[in-house]
């Protein structure tokens, strides 16, 4: 089992390549008063690799791109291409107890975006960047908001015992405002300071040597808006997972989720299926 939306190698090798591929079906809120909901179909890729500078302190780097169908007001979809917030980040693990089967580890770290999420005035990448960004529950601002620098301060820790294995992540994404992302001055009002925090519980067991299951909650409250919302949104959102995962061999483990949000804005509104694989080196 590999981790969830801020994974950590959990194994010895010196770098670790994880690729997210989640095809999301989403109608999610959007700030801006004509057209205020970002409705269609987003295939998001983020590649995650880490590299160990030093005896359990990571370096990692996560890119992110989306294509999208996007609907329109007469009911057609156009197709759109975005990439969104490339983020570096820096991670140290600390072993809290260890044993011969069991293991606990606690993993302080924090990321730093790039601001080079995709916008324009006509809007749809930033339309399909919220597509996105709804397909994980709201709990990846950090990479798909544009116009924003992101800092993502985050907490793990993980146990181990035997087949079984549980995660527990909580991350705080603070994004500062830099640019306008093209939202139209009278239709949106950004702000200069948006603040969420994410909370994902994950526990996963071996069936098998090779096959087993992964399940997942994932609660995001947005603290403070990027922008004002142009009609009530619920401040959380919840998210379940089930992922049946598969170890090929010692160094590739090919995870199948099938994730949807509970309440808040999202639910009923919004289903996403895909995969991850992790490749040790």
């Given at each position: 089992?590999?981790?969830?939306l801020q994974s950590l190698p959990s ?78 980040r820096l991670a140290r693990r600390f ?167 509970v309440g808040g804005a999202l639910g ?14």
């Amino acid at each position: 089992m590999t981790g969830d939306l801020q994974s950590l190698p959990s194994s010895a090798d010196a770098v670790i390549v994880a690729e997210r591929a989640h095809l999301a079906v989403a109608s999610a809120p959007f700030d801006v008063r004509t057209l205020s909901e970002a409705k269609g179909q987003a295939l998001s890729f983020v590649t995650d690799a880490w590299y160990e500078l030093q005896r359990e302190t990571w370096l990692g780097l996560r890119l992110p791109l989306v294509a999208a169908s996007v609907r329109q007001p007469a009911g057609s979809y156009l197709d759109e291409t975005a990439w969104g917030n490339p983020e570096l980040r820096l991670a140290r693990r600390f072993s809290l107890n260890r044993r011969s089967e069991t293991a606990l580890e606690l993993t302080l770290g924090g990321g730093v975006g790039i601001p080079l999420a995709e916008h324009d005035r006509s809007l749809m990448p930033n339309r399909a960047l919220a597509i996105a960004n709804a397909g994980e529950g709201f709990a990846e601002p950090e990479l798909f908001t544009p116009g924003a620098l992101p800092l993502t301060p985050f907490v793990r820790l993980d146990y181990t015992s035997r087949g079984f294995r549980a995660l527990t992540l909580l991350k705080l994404p603070a994004l500062f405002r830099v640019s306008d992302a093209d939202l139209p001055a009278i239709q949106s009002e950004p702000h200069a300071f948006a603040l969420s925090s994410v909370l994902a519980l994950e526990a996963g067991y071996n069936f098998t040597r090779r096959l087993g299951l992964a399940l997942a909650a994932q609660l995001a409250v947005e603290v403070l808006p990027p922008s004002d919302h142009v009609r009530s949104v619920p401040a959380w959102q919840l998210m379940l997972r089930g992922s049946p995962y598969f170890e090929l061999g010692e160094r590739i483990t090919v995870l199948i989720d099938v994730q949807a949000p509970v309440g808040g804005a999202l639910g009923g509104t919004t289903f996403a299926v895909g995969s991850r694989a992790a490749l040790q080196f």
